[in-house]
């Protein structure tokens, strides 16, 4: 699922972190965070929602594996993926906002579109 960067962490922090990220940014819709960590989260963010539109005990419990939260799990399904039921992809948009202060990160915003 994840692409090939490593973020600087292992790969147990590393999924850790994207498993909240993306836990995150569905719950709230939106948020701020480096390009390179952006990149990783879309296509997670994607497949959960994706999930949600086959609205099956499977899908449900396969989100669950991978979304910290089952209060946000549940809103996927009830409330995100219903808006997508007519688009096949691309729920999310990365804009880049400049660059972070203390050390020159690239930052963006990722949300649902």
């Known amino acids: 699922m ?4 490593k973020l600087g962490r292992p790969t147990d922090q590393r999924m850790a972190m994207l498993r909240q990220q993306v836990t995150d940014l569905l719950d709230t819709g939106r948020m701020e965070t480096t390009v390179t960590r952006a990149k990783e989260i879309a296509p997670m963010a994607e497949k959960m929602i994706t999930l949600g539109k086959a609205k099956d ?6 989100a669950l594996s991978f979304i910290t939260r089952e209060s946000v799990a549940k809103k996927v399904f009830d409330e995100v993926a219903p808006k997508y039921a007519d688009r096949n992809g691309g729920y999310t948009r990365i804009t880049r906002t400049g660059f972070r202060r203390g050390d020159a990160a690239e930052m963006a915003v990722i949300e649902l579109v």
């Open 2 to 5: 994840p692409g090939t960067r």
């Open 57 to 62: 005990l499977a899908s449900y419990r396969q």
